[in-house]
């Protein structure tokens, strides 16, 4: 090979030196921002708190869950809800812009995970978010619901 045919090679290599993987993990979030969620079920509710970590966190309730209100948190696009059975969630804002989880049929939610970092106070922006940047504007990264 002439010089400059190695040269070329090395400088079509170069690149790749880049996206080979280097088996480290991604970063993990040191300080995780806290999820309020209510889950209602007739005239019943409770209350979940808890990081948005990736973790599996158990409710411990038996309540049949239909709506499930997200105050600080874009929990439709970035929470996993665990139920006994197939699960229909459907997105809605109520009058105050609050986002709400409709859960369908109604069942108990076994656990919870969310992950990514959203507004402290979502309902302030959602209108101008969810017309300029649809899903994009209020959380980073996340997780589908299953």
């Known amino acids: 090979m002439q010089s400059s045919q190695i040269v070329t090679f090395l400088s079509l290599l170069a690149p790749l030196a880049f996206a080979i993987p280097t088996g480290s993990s991604p970063p993990v979030d040191s300080n995780p921002q806290t999820v309020h969620l209510k889950l209602h079920g007739g005239p019943a509710s409770y209350d979940l708190v808890f990081p948005a970590d990736g973790t599996v966190y158990y409710t411990n309730n038996d309540l049949s869950v239909s709506i499930i209100d997200a105050f600080d948190f874009w929990a439709y696009d970035h929470c996993t809800f665990y139920t006994d059975g197939p699960q229909t969630l459907v997105q809605s804002f109520d009058a105050e812009g609050r986002q709400q989880i409709t859960v369908g049929p109604p069942q108990p939610v076994r656990a919870v995970s969310c992950r990514g970092h959203?507004?402290?106070?979502?309902?302030?922006?959602?209108?101008?978010?969810?017309?300029t940047l649809p899903n994009q504007c209020l959380c980073d990264k996340g997780k589908r619901k299953r």
């Open 118 to 131: 959203c507004l402290t106070d979502f309902r302030k922006f959602f209108s101008y978010c969810l017309a």
